[in-house]
């Protein structure tokens, strides 16, 4: 059983800057992949960051330049800096984490996947 609790989320003007952590308990060795999801009112989920097992990225249109994804395996965190935020960024924030996917014959973390761990969820809000 795995459990991830999220946390840094908040409320910013436009522009502005937030990190939000993700820490990670229980058999961790199975998480290939970890990532972040977001839900607005109204709106579906959307995949906005995902990081694999060798390091490797993968980062929604409407967040690339602007987010970071990127982990400390030693604590078991896996964090998501977003800077430049936008009155569109706001949404709930989920960690998620599962195993790879195998598409086309290759393994990889997507971004459009129902991985099979998620946390609780943590508010940003960008006015």
């Known amino acids: 059983h795995v459990q991830l609790v999220e946390s840094g989320g908040g409320s910013v003007q436009a522009g502005g800057s937030l990190n939000l952590s993700c820490a990670a308990t229980?058999?961790?060795?199975?998480?290939?992949?970890m990532g972040w999801f977001r839900q607005a009112p109204g709106k579906e989920r959307e995949g906005v960051a995902v990081?694999?097992?060798?390091?490797?990225?993968h980062y929604a249109d409407s967040v690339k330049g602007r987010f970071t994804i990127s982990q400390d395996s030693a604590k078991n965190t896996l964090y998501l800096h977003m800077n430049s935020l936008k009155p569109e960024d706001t949404a709930m924030y989920y960690c998620?984490?599962?195993?790879?996917?195998?598409?086309?014959?290759?393994?990889?973390?997507?971004?459009?996947?129902?991985?099979?761990?998620w946390g609780q969820g943590t508010q940003v809000t960008v006015s």
């Open positions: 990081l694999d097992a060798h390091g490797a990225t």
């Open positions: 229980g058999k961790t060795n199975v998480l290939n992949c």
């Open positions: 998620v984490a599962g195993g790879t996917r195998l598409r086309n014959g290759v393994r990889s973390c997507p971004l459009d996947e129902q991985y099979e761990f």
